[in-house]
């Protein structure tokens, strides 16, 4: 089965014009073909819109903190450390002794990411320096580079800009079951992966991640326990839909200062089509930023909607709507 975007370019391809040439092996490369000539790539969600340049600074998440911080955005206080091995190429003191010492004076709890993956890969919240140094090393198997930052708690959102239109915007929560007083935690996860795939929603539960193991014993549970009936459990600490969060639409209710925040940024950092993901600490994204606290978490130059697609028939419609106006702007010639 081809993923969905894939499939989506597929589909509206005629509608423009035009006509898509996929790689059939594993389907996320594909030549978008226009009648005047015009050839435009696909390769997973990354589409030819933003200049490569833009979207590798969007990808790594410390050049795009330092880009958005200059230009007077809020982020979150933080540091790079680096794997032993890419230390020593590029000259730098700052490895995990370093990352320990500066914890200390950031103070916990704190998160610890990879640079430059996404999806919340590797994304963990940490309590003390035992913890730290362990994260650290996990993120160094999957990156040379990784991120410590203060941990600002608030509400996740994510709003989807496409040049000076917001397409949508909804809040992010992380991975929880509801406890009906009969059924383990374990089987409750089990129910929603079966939901998730009911609904042809395209994400697997890792029910070997680390962190979910963690963060019930933080909470004093087990995959055995049976929560109440009506308890509601978070099992991540990340809100992403990839991770199996869930998404509550706001894009008709978010507020018009926010809309301008998250259009301005993206053409701040270079982008056409960018994912803007803001943390707010005060408030909500229905209310005035004025009135709010809030911080830019990261900006993805390639959003990944396959997840949002699936919370209604509504937000379907969005992302179809979306890409058929990227398929025109794409197929004009430069």
């Known amino acids: 089965m081809l993923p969905y975007l894939t499939n989506l370019i597929k589909k509206l391809a005629s509608k423009v014009g035009a006509r898509a040439i996929v790689e059939p092996e594993w389907g996320i490369a594909a030549q978008i073909?226009?009648?005047?000539?015009?050839?435009?790539?696909?390769?997973?969600?990354?589409?030819?819109?933003?200049?490569?340049?833009?979207?590798?600074i969007a990808r790594d998440k410390d050049y795009a903190k330092f880009f958005m911080k200059k230009k007077g955005y809020p982020v979150a206080e933080g540091k790079t450390i680096f794997k032993d091995s890419w230390a020593k190429i590029i000259k730098s003191k700052r490895t995990i002794p370093y990352g320990i010492s500066y914890a200390k004076k950031l103070g916990y709890p704190l998160i610890v990411k990879p640079n430059s993956q996404s999806q919340g890969l590797g994304v963990c919240l940490v309590s003390?320096?035992?913890?730290?140094?362990?994260?650290?090393l996990e993120v160094f198997k999957i990156d040379r580079v990784a991120i410590i930052e203060k941990y600002l708690p608030g509400r996740d959102y994510r709003i989807v800009v496409l040049d000076k239109e917001i397409i949508s915007a909804y809040e992010r929560i992380p991975l929880s079951v509801t406890g009906d007083g009969k059924n383990s935690i374990f089987s409750l996860l089990k129910k929603k992966?079966?939901?998730?795939?009911?609904?042809?929603r395209d994400t697997r539960i890792n029910f070997e991640d680390r962190r979910i193991k963690i963060k019930l014993k933080k909470l004093g549970y087990t995959f055995g326990s049976i929560p109440a009936k009506g308890e509601k459990i978070f099992l991540l600490d990340n809100a992403n839909l990839s991770t199996g969060g869930d998404a509550v639409d706001m894009t008709n209710t978010i507020h018009p200062d926010f809309c301008k925040i998250a259009i301005k940024l993206t053409r701040d950092m270079g982008l056409r089509i960018a994912g803007v993901d803001i943390m707010v600490t005060k408030g909500d994204i229905a209310k005035n930023p004025k009135n709010s606290r809030y911080y830019v978490i990261e900006i993805n130059a390639a959003p990944?909607?396959?997840?949002?697609?699936t919370t209604g028939g509504k937000q379907k419609k969005i992302v179809e709507a979306m890409y058929l106006k990227i398929l025109k702007a794409l197929g004009k010639k430069d």
């Open 304 to 309: 990944g909607l396959d997840h949002y697609v």
């Open 33 to 56: 073909i226009y009648k005047n000539g015009v050839v435009r790539s696909l390769r997973m969600y990354s589409l030819d819109l933003n200049h490569i340049a833009s979207s590798d």
């Open 193 to 200: 992966q079966k939901l998730f795939e009911k609904t042809e």
């Open 128 to 136: 003390d320096a035992v913890k730290l140094r362990h994260a650290l």
